[in-house]
């Protein structure tokens, strides 16, 4: 068990994908072994071989995700309460799937006269919006706040933070407002949510 899994988490940070040699390199055991693990994770939709016979993820994988994202979201609501009555504003807890960013888990402020309605499930380019930059971020191993305006939806603003240390993960915490957002403020409210998520997580 402990080698397939190794080998899954070696695919997956192959994105050109694998072949049996380098597989076999990487986890210091014979091709052979490499098939056989190859074999039994194939049949149960984990990996694939490509046209050029390279392991890539296989559906699978994308299925147990999908079944994890409620246990994700429901580790993430106290933080995100929390953070949505503090800031006075909506706050999400965004995944990446796919290459974009996904809402995961949205709550919404239950004082404010307004608010921006942000639905579950709403997707963007990581490039665009609080929540993706904070994700790239993340990614560079940066883990303070990041603002925008306007960038997802005319007249609105974020600040979001990267959620940092769990493996497997890649997730930013964030608010969105339809008025300015104090970003030092509000900056260390999404931070602390973040840590919180990732303590919560991991």
Avoid: F, K
């Avoid at 402990?2 to 192959?14: P, S, T």
């Avoid at 149960?44 to 050029?52: E, I, K, N, P, V």
């Avoid at 994700?72 to 706050?91: I, M, V, Y």
């Avoid at 990446?96 to 960013?101: F, K, N, P, R």
């Amino acid at each position: 068990m402990d080698r397939g899994l190794r080998l899954l988490h070696l695919v997956a940070e192959a994105p050109g994908g694998l072949t049996v040699t380098e597989a076999a390199n990487r986890l210091g055991i014979g091709r052979a072994a490499v098939y056989r693990l190859v074999g039994a994770l194939s049949g149960h939709g984990m990996l694939r071989r490509d046209g050029a016979g390279r392991l890539r993820l296989g559906a699978g994988v994308l299925h147990l995700a999908r079944r994890a994202q409620p246990l994700l979201a429901e580790g993430a609501l106290p933080a995100l309460r929390r953070l949505a009555e503090q800031a006075g504003a909506t706050a999400h807890l965004t995944v990446v799937e796919g290459g974009e960013g996904v809402a995961l888990a949205v709550v919404e402020p239950s004082w404010t006269s307004y608010h921006v309605a942000y639905r579950t499930g709403s997707r963007h380019p990581l490039e665009r919006g609080a929540a993706g930059r904070a994700i790239l971020a993340g990614r560079a191993g940066a883990a303070g706040p990041v603002s925008t305006s306007g960038e997802l939806q005319s007249g609105a603003y974020g600040v979001a933070a990267p959620v940092l240390g769990v493996p497997g993960l890649e997730a930013s915490v964030g608010v969105v407002s339809l008025a300015p957002l104090d970003v030092e403020v509000v900056g260390a409210q999404v931070t602390t949510a973040a840590t919180t998520i990732a303590t919560a997580l991991g």
